[in-house]
């Protein structure tokens, strides 16, 4: 069982340490040679979403070091809010070589790195793996390298790793690109009675547990699954109310087993539908990041949802106390 298995943290495999810079001394088991004593490696952080900023999506980093041959050379690296507002990017001391690194932003509210036989993953937090669990919201993830498909393309493509070398002369210089690789799902709710203290909860069914460390890429063999249960918020705009959730989920992949599920405020299900349908009936690209779901509640006695295509933005809302 996977509940068994993943025990074994990451931050106990590879020593997460909250550190700004590698200024370790040398190991000589890990290096080929010894790093020099000021930082030589300046590798700069950036989005391949260019219309949003780097410092408005990016509330922490976790930058992991390998050779050549992909072994591990701790401690990997968490960068916080105030260091990469200091400066968005990492610096480092390497001796010359080849070196791989993976980086990961926003991880560590409601998911987290793990290993499960030897294989390093991002999963939610605390998950128990003997069946369907319900948790709370994922995490905004995104990740780097990534490459981009076409020269405007936005949502570029995880690579399994960055690959670089430090010259001879030791100095390197460079920039990496995050892509975003998380799915934001604005479920909208109109016509149900809204009250602030008894709001209707959203659920999402059958999403995947965990992701591959190296790209976020879906598991080849998929672990059980969650559902992601949020409690909506009264949110207006143009004078009309809704209930909103907001879900910050996994990749979605095949969603053949998903569902998007409202329940009312005394917890009875009142409306299921396959997130599928819903998103095609939206009209909403299921391929996008992004995706905005509008359901108006028709109060005829049969609980009937209408989906339609949101045409605002999702930002102009003005969430209500």
Not at 37 to 64: C, G, H, P, R, Y
Not at 242 to 269: C, H, I, Q, R, W
Not at 283 to 311: M, Q, R, W, Y
């Amino acid at each position: 069982m996977m509940k068994n298995r993943v025990k074994n943290k990451l931050s106990g495999v590879l020593c997460l340490a909250a550190l700004a810079s590698i200024t370790a001394g040398c190991i000589k088991e890990e290096l080929k040679e010894c790093p020099p004593a000021a930082s030589n490696v300046k590798i700069d952080f950036t989005l391949f979403d260019e219309q949003s900023l780097f410092a408005d999506e990016i509330a922490s980093v976790i930058a992991v070091l390998f050779d050549e041959q992909g072994t591990y050379i701790p401690p990997a690296m968490t960068l916080d809010k105030n260091t990469l507002d200091q400066y968005a990017g990492v610096e480092l001391a390497l001796a010359p070589g080849d070196y791989r690194m993976v980086f990961w932003a926003n991880v560590g509210t409601n998911t987290e790195i793990q290993v499960v036989d030897g294989v390093p993953m991002i999963t939610y937090k605390d998950i128990d793996g003997t069946q369907e669990q319900v948790l709370s919201n994922g995490d905004p993830v995104w990740y780097a390298p990534a490459v981009a498909t076409t020269r405007v393309d936005v949502n570029a493509q995880p690579l399994e790793h960055y690959a670089f070398t430090v010259p001879a002369d030791g100095n390197f210089t460079d920039r990496v690109a995050f892509t975003q690789t998380h799915n934001s799902v604005n479920v909208y709710i109109q016509g149900v009675p809204l009250n602030p203290v008894s709001m209707p909860t959203v659920e999402i069914t059958g999403l995947a547990c965990a992701a591959k460390f190296y790209g976020m890429a879906p598991l080849d063999e998929p672990l059980p699954c969650v559902t992601s249960s949020i409690q909506t918020v009264m949110a207006q705009k143009d004078n009309k109310s809704y209930a909103l959730a907001g879900f910050e989920t996994s990749p979605l992949g095949d969603m053949a087993s998903m569902y998007l599920v409202v329940k009312n405020a005394a917890g009875d299900e009142i409306y299921r539908v396959l997130l599928s349908d819903a998103i095609a009936q939206s009209g909403a690209d299921p391929t996008a990041h992004e995706i905005n779901l509008l359901l108006t509640f028709n109060d005829n006695g049969d609980f009937d949802f209408t989906v339609k295509i949101s045409e605002w933005e999702h930002d102009d809302l003005r969430i209500v106390a």
